[in-house]
């Protein structure tokens, strides 16, 4: 074994240069002092995240390497949990950057070394040909569709609040599975530790779920998160959906001596300073799909991209391309606000430089949607529109631009989304649902819950209030753009967000 990790060792060695090993000893040796166990290290436990991400491969690597330099200078080092948190917006491409980052990390030939796979609340070896769950899919169809009917497919509620809290819970999972960790490393600054901890605190004590027994270390951020996630799942399914509010719920119950341990001072996160050790060493590949924008490991991004094309389309009557390149130009600035390496923007960039280009990406996205989530194109731009949140507020302009031979029908849509009962079989109300269901992808209770549920965003009164205003107002990821929202209209400002 001692053989083995100084061959990982030398391997690593060889890809990283030699300030980077030099940074992770430091590491290793401040996170030895802080240890529970100190002189018998294989009894401590330390958790890191993978996302499968080019920052997270990086992450994995240097954890390693401060494992496999305990285990040189001491004999011995501490057990490595490696945690994967997976949704449906995940290609098989991140699973397979995943696994070969393990392979040359020599991660599943260590006894001290454990990868996991977690799937919503289902935690199991990490495997690249695991199946992804089909409830899971169903339960991340059913966030994207809730919550995009309701802001009109605005991206980063509509993909990523679902997915932050998941993500979060993820940690509460592994943190707390077999016997527990003692630490979970961290990418993150102090800084940006302690920024999450007080954000969260504000929503808790401004929505009222703040119980004030909640403590200030990661176990009260968890029980704060836990009760932020019964509150936004209950707006987005409504309260008498009491399993899917349950399923979603964050893991909250930790050993209370668990650690944090920031690598941040002492790692370079710029992918051009290791792109040798990623590609050479890791095998990482930049797949066309995994890697969408700002995200190398989600596919989303793209569908994000997709989905501005189509509001430009059909609710501005203006062209996809226009949308496209609005996206695109709001989506590169934030690869460039991420120091993402020259060669990657261009790489983006290229992707959506032709109309044959363009043509194809829709084309793909389509299929993505069709393939991953069950939408087809006519559904997404029916999210777009959010025709049926606020009491059908958008409903008319809806069916006049896109179902037209529906349109004296708005009534009798109205009187269906407003009346509590299921229609009789072969009445003329369930047809309506019929129709309603296929043009939106939901079902008719979920769509009743969209009927009386706000708008964001919204003229109006006291709309600020709304949870999912208040998650979107310190989102970094958005930025204010000029558009137009009809062809040759006048300059007006939008609000965009997405990865």
């Not at 002189?39 to 920052?55: I, Q, S």
């Not at 945690?83 to 040359?104: L, S």
Request: with cysteine; charged share 25%.
């Amino acid at each position: 074994m001692q053989q083995l990790r100084e061959e990982a060792l030398r391997a690593l060695a060889a890809h990283l240069p030699q300030q980077h090993i030099d940074a992770a000893m430091r590491c290793a040796q401040k996170l030895h002092e802080g240890l529970p166990h100190k002189e018998e290290l294989r009894k401590n436990h330390v958790l890191v995240a993978y996302g499968g991400g080019k920052d997270s491969s990086y992450t994995i690597a240097f954890v390693r390497c401060m494992q496999l330099l305990l285990s040189r200078t001491q004999g011995q080092t501490f057990k490595l949990l490696v945690v994967t948190n997976r949704h449906a917006g995940m290609p098989r491409a991140v699973m397979e950057n995943i696994a070969r980052a393990y392979r040359a990390l020599r991660l599943p030939e260590d006894p001290d070394c454990e990868a996991l796979l977690i799937d919503g609340n289902e935690i199991n070896p990490f495997r690249v040909d695991r199946r992804l769950p089909r409830a899971l899919v169903q339960q991340n169809r059913d966030d994207i569709l809730m919550t995009g009917h309701r802001t009109f497919a605005d991206a980063r509620p509509t993909f990523c609040n679902a997915c932050n809290l998941s993500m979060v819970n993820s940690f509460g999972l592994a943190a707390s599975y077999g016997s527990g960790v003692d630490v979970i490393i961290t990418g993150d600054s102090r800084r940006e530790q302690r920024a999450y901890y007080v954000w969260v605190a504000r929503l808790a004590q401004k929505f009222g779920f703040d119980s004030g027994s909640a403590g200030g270390d990661f176990g009260g951020f968890l029980a704060r998160m836990r009760s932020l996630s019964h509150l936004y799942f209950r707006d987005l399914h409504g309260g008498d959906a009491t399993d899917a509010i349950e399923r979603r719920l964050v893991t909250a119950s930790l050993r209370k001596d668990l650690q944090f341990f920031s690598i941040y001072d002492d790692t370079q996160y710029a992918s051009g300073e290791h792109w040798d050790l990623l590609t050479r060493h890791l095998g990482f590949e930049f797949d066309e799909i995994a890697f969408s924008f700002s995200e190398s490991d989600c596919a989303n991004p793209a569908l994000m991209a997709h989905l501005r094309g189509l509001k430009c389309e059909r609710m501005y009557g203006r062209s996809y391309a226009e949308g496209i390149a609005e996206y695109v130009d709001f989506a590169v600035g934030l690869m460039r606000k991420k120091e993402f390496p020259k060669v990657l923007v261009d790489m983006m960039l290229a992707r959506y430089d032709s109309a044959e280009k363009l043509a194809r990406m829709r084309s793909v996205m389509d299929d993505m949607a069709r393939e991953v989530y069950g939408l087809d194109e006519q559904q997404l731009v029916c999210m777009t529109y959010s025709p049926f949140a606020a009491r059908c507020q958008n409903l008319d302009g809806y069916l006049k631009r896109e179902q037209p031979g529906l349109a004296p029908l708005a009534g009798s849509i109205r009187e269906l989304l407003q009346d509590g009962r299921a229609p009789a079989a072969g009445s003329a109300q369930h047809e309506v649902k019929q129709v309603l269901e296929r043009l939106s992808g939901l079902t008719l209770s979920q769509l009743r819950v969209i009927y009386a549920s706000p708008l964001h965003p919204s003229a109006a009164s006291g709309s600020e209030g709304h949870l999912i205003e208040h998650i979107l107002a310190r989102d970094p990821h958005k930025d204010v753009i000029q558009t137009r929202h009809a062809p040759g209209g006048s300059l007006v400002q939008e609000t965009i967000s997405g990865r």
